[in-house]
């Protein structure tokens, strides 16, 4: 998912215009505010035909990891992303997490979900501070041609957030922080068009490319994946998700 990057976005170089914090952005069309025991399975699926080896990893996009439920657990109001280095299938030493609302190779949960042209995507967040992990939350159609990475960050660098408008003409901002994003909680979020898409860390806007045009199945993507080019030196890595909301205008 990382790809060329049309603009740097640098905290200081320009006052960044703000999100009203008491002004929602439309009407909220889907959430997870993960409040009971376990991941909710009626909104969630772990296979995703975004990944090539039988819809659970995808050693080809230099993740090392295969999806497990048990890589998921729910708890005090929040979701954990665990990965593991538990050897979980064939050819795979780690366990990771992805969670989609839908394109999950016909094990589509229930209540499946599609995000649409103008949708406010939020994530509240603690990104995982070891070496090693690749998380994100995107957008997937079937085929990438108009994915949106809302986030993608990779943990040797605790303070570069990657923000990608992958539909053609394409463009993306890198977001140096000026303080270290893993000690804290954030809320990052994407408004997906019409006209532009922006990018919001904590309420501040940090990036604004072009437009997006949604399909009629974009699912809505949360991942904690193990990055192959800078693997963990550790045995196993978590990050927590407060919640997942999703505003329609």
């Not at 039988?54 to 990965?83: F, I, P, R, Y």
């Not at 992958?166 to 019409?194: F, K, M, N, R």
Request: net charge negative.
């Amino acid at each position: 998912m990382r790809k060329l990057l049309t603009a740097l976005v640098v905290l200081g170089l320009f006052v960044v215009p703000l999100r009203a914090a008491d002004a929602a952005p439309g009407t909220l069309a889907f959430a997870d505010e993960f409040d009971g025991t376990a991941i909710d399975r009626t909104k969630w699926a772990i296979h995703s035909n975004a990944e090539a080896d039988q819809c659970l990893g995808n050693k080809g996009n230099q993740q090392l990891e295969w999806h497990t439920w048990d890589a998921l657990s729910v708890s005090d109001g929040k979701l954990t992303m665990t990965a593991r280095k538990n050897n979980p299938a064939a050819g795979y030493e780690w366990s990771g997490a992805l969670i989609t609302t839908g394109q999950a190779c016909g094990h589509e949960p229930s209540q499946s979900f599609a995000v649409r042209t103008g949708d406010y995507v939020e994530t509240r967040l603690k990104l995982p501070a070891d070496q090693g992990f690749w998380p994100s939350t995107w957008t997937w159609n079937g085929n990438g041609s108009n994915e949106q990475d809302t986030y993608e960050f990779y943990s040797d660098n605790h303070r570069a957030l990657y923000l990608t408008n992958h539909q053609s003409p394409g463009g993306g901002c890198t977001y140096q922080s000026p303080t270290d994003l893993t000690t804290d909680w954030h809320t990052i979020a994407q408004q997906l068009g019409p006209d532009e898409t922006v990018w919001y860390l904590d309420g501040k806007e940090i990036c604004r490319q072009g437009a997006y045009t949604a399909g009629t199945s974009d699912a809505l993507i949360l991942d904690l994946f193990v990055y192959a080019k800078i693997p963990p030196t550790v045995s196993s890595g978590s990050m927590q998700i407060d919640y997942v909301r999703v505003y329609r205008p």
